[in-house]
């Protein structure tokens, strides 16, 4: 089966640095995204990886390791405005994007 | 990119009516797409919208509940038919263009539909 893991929860401190770690078995692999979602709006992009190594767009940097089937999303300088669900999405070797449950990531002052 | 609306933005409906659920591009694309998010879960894909054929859906989904059509490249609709209580959710029209370097989905704002 198709299975992508993400933490459900995760609590960090203004002004910190988080890691929000995305493991997956999936048929096949043609990239790995990570969107945001604030709440009540619809996901954006944040990320893609194809190929191993660390993508730095920002505050925002994003980790994929194939043999691992595992990928991170770090958010460096914590805001408020940073609360918000992650999701982590595979995209198969048939094209469909496999998503995972979303890490609600909680931002305190 | 792309940019995508939706109509309704939302909507409350009687059990046992149907619901029809609008997405437009701004611009042609290859992949059309209709989710599901329940209330605090994960996005959960119903079909992928097919232009000039039917749709393709996915697992627990079928076409005589969620019919689906895409009469051109920048259009598609979903219909929720005889709804029940356990249809209320966001229902997300995505997009993505094949052929870029890699297949970004494009998400419009939502429909939040309830159903009593």
Redesign the interface.
């Known amino acids: 089966g198709q299975n992508i893991d993400q933490p459900t929860e995760m609590t960090a401190t203004e002004g910190a640095i988080v890691q929000i770690n995305c493991t997956y078995q999936t048929s096949g692999f043609?990239?790995l995204?990570w969107y945001q979602q604030h709440a009540g709006?619809?996901?954006?992009?944040l990320s893609?990886n194809?190929l191993d190594g660390l993508e730095e767009k920002g505050r925002f940097s994003s980790f994929l390791s194939r043999s691992k089937g595992y990928s991170y999303l770090l958010l460096k300088e914590l805001q408020m405005k940073d609360s918000a669900s992650y999701?982590c999405a595979v995209?198969t070797s048939n094209?469909?994007?496999i998503?995972?449950?979303?890490t609600k990531l909680i931002i305190k002052p | 990119s792309a940019v995508i609306s939706q109509k309704p933005s939302r909507d409350i409906c009687q059990r046992g009516t149907s619901l029809t659920i609008q997405c437009q591009v701004d611009s042609q694309v290859t992949?059309m797409?209709w989710y599901r998010q329940q209330p605090g879960?994960?996005?959960?894909?119903i079909a992928t919208a097919n232009q000039g054929s039917e749709a393709t859906y996915e697992s627990g989904f079928v076409i005589d509940k969620f019919p689906i059509s895409r009469p051109n490249l920048t259009f598609s609709t979903l219909t929720v038919s005889n709804m029940s209580p356990e249809d209320s959710s966001i229902y997300?029209c995505s997009v993505s263009k094949?052929g870029q370097d890699?297949?970004?989905?494009?998400?419009?704002?939502?429909t939040r539909l309830t159903v009593l």
């Open positions: 043609n990239g995204f709006e619809a996901p954006t992009f893609y194809v999701l995209l094209y469909q994007l998503w995972g449950a979303g | 992949m797409f879960q994960s996005l959960t894909l997300l094949l890699y297949n970004e989905q494009f998400f419009g704002p939502g």
